[in-house]
């Protein structure tokens, strides 16, 4: 049975570009979803928090040159150039187009060793979900939130069945109460930290869907790519770059 203006959803494969598989595309919608979360909203250039400087180590953001005559150009420079005792930052700015073409430098280099890279990425998700204190520790305490929470109910009935000394029984009451919020404290974290480890292995997941899907040379730069694969960008001191992917896999790339 149907529910009465349900729109029937057509899910078309074909319509994908031949690039971007549909793992890759799932992958990127969970990244994009990820960033909005995160309060870095899409809107914002798809540069942004993704250039560093290899001088100080700070993001680099967009500068408009001349700007109101026809040489206007926005190049990418460190934002704290200036910002330090003694010498600036010495690390050159980057055109958009400088940051297009070695991201796809790169990401040809990476493609061409992808079957090693693809076994290393297989390795750091093995690592990774080889820990598996964290989901036991989480039911242990999550055990002991149940005990506590049962004493409290019996000590509650009892106090409200029995007549005894009130001083006593409010100091025994907020003891346990006390002892509750401690361990649901402690169980938040670690659901926090059982999340983060997931969000790791899905993003290395991610990764290996992703390199899959991509055969044969870029030619042009691929905003989806950038955005699903890239983690950042370092503007060495020298002049080199060096393109970090998703997962910490680094490409160097001369200047
Ligand atoms: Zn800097």
């Known amino acids: 049975m149907t529910l ?4 029937p959803q057509y899910y078309v494969e074909e319509h994908h570009e031949p690039i971007i598989s549909p793992d890759l595309f799932d992958f990127v919608q969970s ?6 979360q995160n309060g870095k909203h899409s809107g914002v250039s798809i540069f942004a928090n993704k250039i560093k400087c290899g001088c100080c ?8 040159w001349h700007s109101t005559d026809k040489y206007r150009r926005v190049i990418y420079c460190c934002n704290k ?4 005792k003694g010498k600036p930052c010495s690390t050159r700015h980057l055109t958009g187009e400088e940051i297009k073409q070695t991201f796809v430098k790169a990401l040809n280099s990476l493609v061409e060793v992808k079957e090693n890279v ?3 990425l297989r390795t750091l998700i093995d690592s990774i ?19 506590l929470a049962e004493r409290l109910e019996t000590l509650i009935y009892e106090n409200a069945r029995v ?11 907020n003891e346990i109460r006390a ?15 059982i999340a983060e480890r997931e969000r790791k292995r899905n993003t290395l997941e991610g990764m290996i869907h992703a390199l899959c899907g991509i055969n044969g040379a870029q030619v042009v730069f691929d905003e989806a790519l950038w955005c699903g694969l890239l983690d950042h960008i370092i503007v060495k001191e020298y002049g080199a770059i060096v393109v970090v992917f998703k997962g910490g896999i680094e490409i160097g790339v001369d200047g």
């Open 129 to 147: 979900c080889q820990t598996e204190e964290l989901p036991e520790e989480r039911d242990k305490v999550e055990q002991e939130l149940g005990v």
């Open 179 to 193: 002892l509750y919020v401690e361990k649901q404290e402690d169980m938040e974290k670690l659901d926090e930290q």
């Open 4 to 7: 009465q203006g349900e729109i």
């Open 163 to 173: 007549a005894q000394d009130q001083t006593a029984y409010l100091k025994q009451e």
């Open 118 to 120: 693809i076994a290393e």
């Open 57 to 64: 180590d700070g993001w680099c953001g967009a500068k408009v």
């Open 81 to 84: 150039k200036y910002a330090h």
């Open 31 to 36: 990244e994009i979803k990820h960033r909005e």
